[in-house]
């Protein structure tokens, strides 16, 4: 980062431009530096890194000021992320990429559904430093105050002291009336969603189905994890990598398949 300059701060998320998360993340990264805001027209929660491959992308500018720019995208947040890096930063590479706050937490296996982490994955593929804030208040128009102090501390600290290489941040904060009693680096709490949909007919008498669903956790007393310290009050921040290879497991798979 040039000590010169304010850091360039690229902001998308998954939930849409008009949500309250991305327009509380954006107000605390204006703090920081310059930002470029490019997110989704539309709601894309659940997107993971999804691509739109059959469609033309546009990017269409709403807002430019001195420390500010903003796109809307009629793609996925993870074509936001790429369309900026690639396209309308005009070949500036941003000192920190910031996805959310997403409306809802993404803890467990959601890490991989999830178009937040989406974004922060992609910005980890292009090297740059990438957090993504997730809140548990799922209502269109969640109070997001509770975040700034979080979301604040976790910024200044990766501007100045950087990430690992290939590691992005996942954190979570989540929804209590006291104050939150400090941050946990844990791991992801491992499960599976179970009773996943909810049949219904339409007027029509033809069924359908609704995403429901419960997190049933494999162990769900491990201290190590996002959701043990999530519902103790505190803020979770999970490294997370794009890197997905067992190692430790290619031996053992090289065997099975001589």
């Known amino acids: 980062m040039n000590k010169n300059k304010k850091p360039l701060i690229l902001v998308s998320n998954d939930d849409g431009y008009n949500f309250n ?11 920081f530096g310059e930002v470029m805001v490019v997110a989704p027209m539309q709601h894309q929660s659940g997107k993971g890194s999804a ?14 000021d001195e420390d500010m720019k903003m796109y ?35 803890t467990g296996v959601s890490t991989i559904y999830s178009g ?3 974004v922060a994955f ?16 799922y209502s269109f128009n969640a109070d997001m105050n509770p975040c700034i102090p979080i979301v604040r501390h976790v910024i200044s600290r990766v501007l100045t002291q950087g990430l690992p290489p290939d590691i992005c941040l996942n954190v979570n904060i989540p929804r209590i009336v006291e104050s939150l009693k400090g941050i946990k680096v844990t791991t992801t709490c491992m499960g599976r969603w179970i009773n996943e949909f909810e049949r219904r007919t339409d007027p029509h008498g033809v069924d359908y189905y609704w ?3 419960e997190y049933e956790r494999h162990s769900p007393n ?30 053992q798979i090289s065997l099975l398949l001589s």
């Open 72 to 106: 809307l995208v009629n793609g996925t947040p993870t074509d936001c992320a790429k369309l900026a890096l690639d396209q309308l930063l005009e070949g500036r590479t941003p000192d920190l990429m910031l996805s959310g706050i997403n409306h809802g937490l993404n």
């Open 116 to 118: 937040t982490m989406g």
């Open 222 to 251: 491990d201290d190590s994890t996002d959701l043990y310290w999530i519902d103790r009050g505190w803020a979770t921040a999970t490294p997370c990598k794009i890197d997905q290879t067992d190692r430790d497991a290619m031996h």
């Open 122 to 137: 992609e910005g980890c593929v292009h090297g740059v430093p990438s957090v993504a804030f997730s809140y548990d208040d």
């Open 21 to 31: 998360g991305i327009k509380t993340l954006t107000a605390v990264a204006r703090e």
């Open 51 to 64: 691509i739109t491959v059959s469609t033309p992308l546009r990017a269409i500018p709403v807002k430019s």
């Open 211 to 213: 995403l429901m669903g």
